[in-house]
C-alpha cells in the first residue's frame, strides 16, 4: 500500500534554518540558488583576486586602533570595503578596536567580517549588531560553528524571528543543557528550536515536547520522524498527532514514518514502522467510521505525497507541498 501522507507545510516561516543563513540575502533568495555556500568562502572569494598586498598590510598595521581612516574605502574592490573591513578578514585588526559597526557598500557590518573568519576578540560581547538585512553577529557566529563556549544571548533575532538558537540546533553546536525557554523560541511562523534540532537529530535524550506544532500545525515529532530520528520507543499517543490545519490520517507522525521508509528503503527501525504501520491503518479505519457509509478503504489509499527536503516559497493553502530544515 502506498500511503496517503501529505507533505510538511513551512507557511508564514522561514522555510529552511541553512536558506536563512547566507549573508546579505532573504531567504527566498538563498533557495533560488539551489545551495548555500559558506559565509566564509563568498568573503574569501571578494579577496582573491587582489589577496593582501604587502603596500595595504602596513597601511593597515599603521592605523590605531580609533583612527577614523578605518572608515576609509579601499580603492578598486567591489563591493566598496573600508579598511576595517579588510583587516577584519585577515585578522589585522588592532586591540581595542570598537568600530565594529562599520559598513560596506552591501550594508555588511566589520563584526560580520570577523565573526565570519574568526577573528572576534576574545571577551566579544556586541553579538546584536546587524547588518542592513537584520542579520546579527551572533547568526553568523553560529552559521559557522564560531560562538564562545560562554555565549548565551540565544534570543537574538532575525528579522523574521529566526534566532541564533534555530541556528546553532540545525548545525548541532547549541547546548543540550539550554533552558526549556531557548527549545521553544519560535520564528515568525512559530518554528520552534526544537523544531529545527529534530529535523537533524539534535534533541538532547529524554526530550518529550514532541506535540508542540508550528503555526501551520506540524510538530516537532512530525520534524524528527522526517528527518529519521523519532526514537523507536516513542508513545503511541505521538505517533497518532496529526497536523491541526488538516487532522487527516495522512497528516500523521505515523504516516510521516511510513512515508520515509517508502522513499528511503531501511532508513527506519522495524520495531518503529510496524507500529507506525498498525496506527495509520487504525487511524483510516476511525476515519471511515466516521464518513456517512463508511466501511473501512478500500484498495490502495490515494497516490503518497511524502515528505519532501525540497524548499518552497511559503503559501497561504493549509496543504502547500514542503518540508523542513533553514
Request: charged fraction near 25%.
Amino acid at each position: 500500500m502506498r500511503h496517503a501522507c501529505v507533505r510538511l507545510t513551512r507557511n508564514g516561516g522561514v522555510p529552511y534554518v541553512r536558506d536563512a543563513i547566507a549573508i546579505n540575502t532573504t531567504p527566498q533568495q538563498s533557495e533560488d540558488r539551489g545551495e548555500r555556500r559558506g559565509l566564509l568562502s563568498r568573503f574569501a572569494d571578494l579577496f582573491a583576486s587582489s589577496g593582501l598586498k604587502a603596500e595595504l598590510r602596513e597601511r593597515i598595521r599603521g592605523l590605531p586602533a580609533d583612527s577614523p581612516g578605518w572608515g576609509a574605502p579601499v580603492d578598486g574592490l567591489v563591493p566598496v570595503v573600508t579598511y576595517a573591513h579588510i583587516a577584519a578578514m585577515h585578522g589585522l585588526l588592532p586591540e581595542g578596536f570598537d568600530q565594529w559597526d562599520l559598513k560596506d557598500s552591501n550594508g555588511e557590518i566589520v563584526a560580520n567580517y570577523a565573526a565570519c573568519a574568526g577573528h572576534l576578540p576574545k571577551g566579544f560581547r556586541h553579538w546584536g549588531l546587524k547588518n542592513d538585512r537584520g542579520l546579527a553577529v551572533a547568526h553568523v557566529a553560529a552559521s559557522e560553528r564560531r560562538l564562545p563556549e560562554d555565549f548565551d544571548q540565544w534570543e537574538v533575532r532575525h528579522g523574521m524571528g529566526l534566532s541564533v538558537a534555530h541556528m546553532a540546533a540545525d548545525n548541532g553546536t547549541l547546548p543540550l543543557d539550554v533552558p526549556e525557554r531557548v527549545w521553544m523560541l519560535r520564528t515568525d511562523g512559530g518554528y520552534t528550536v526544537a523544531h529545527s534540532a529534530a529535523m537533524k537529530g539534535h534533541l538532547p535524550d529524554g526530550f518529550s515536547m514532541w506535540d508542540v506544532a508550528d503555526n501551520d500545525g506540524w510538530t516537532v515529532a512530525h520534524f524528527a520522524a522526517d528527518g529519521g530520528h523519532l526514537p523507536t520507543d516513542v508513545p503511541d499517543e505521538i505517533l497518532r498527532l496529526r497536523c491541526a490545519a488538516d487532522g487527516s490520517p495522512g497528516t500523521s507522525v505515523a504516516c510521516t514514518v511510513l512515508a520515509l521508509e517508502e522513499r528511503e528503503t531501511g532508513r527506519v527501525d522495524p520495531r518503529l514502522l510496524e507500529r507506525a504501520r498498525a496506527i495509520y491503518e487504525e487511524l483510516l479505519r476511525e476515519q471511515a467510521a466516521n464518513e456517512e457509509g463508511g466501511d473501512g478503504p478500500e484498495g490502495d489509499a490515494p497516490e503518497a505525497r511524502t515528505p519532501s527536503k525540497d524548499p518552497a516559497p511559503p503559501r497561504k493553502s493549509k496543504k502547500t507541498s514542503s518540508s523542513a530544515g533553514r
